[in-house]
């Protein structure tokens, strides 16, 4: 079963967040805790870590996109698994 990942809230204060890079591409095997992506917030830029093992099946957000907190940037799920 697919695992959406979404913008995380780092502060109380963040509603959204910039990706500024994708440290995997789709196909790839994320494990947890493996670095999906820097964001950029209003207090800096931060790393999204993987909560869970999975293979990168898609990617929704692009570079640059400004993503409200919650919204899914991504998607980790089983080997060749359709969203």
Avoid: H
């Avoid at 963040?14 to 790839?28: C, L």
């Avoid at 994320?30 to 964001?39: E, M, P, Q, S």
């Avoid at 999975?54 to 359709?82: H, N, S």
Wanted: aromatic letters at 4%.
């Amino acid at each position: 079963m697919a695992i959406a990942v979404v913008m995380p809230q780092f502060e109380s204060a963040m509603t959204e967040g910039t990706v500024v890079a994708w440290k995997k591409k789709v196909g790839d095997l994320v494990n947890k805790g493996d670095v999906l992506l820097r964001i950029e917030t209003d207090t800096g830029e931060r790393d999204v870590a993987a909560a869970e093992a999975g293979y990168l099946l898609r990617i929704d957000a692009d570079i640059e996109q400004i993503v409200p907190c919650g919204d899914t940037v991504a998607w980790l799920g089983g080997k060749g698994e359709k969203i």
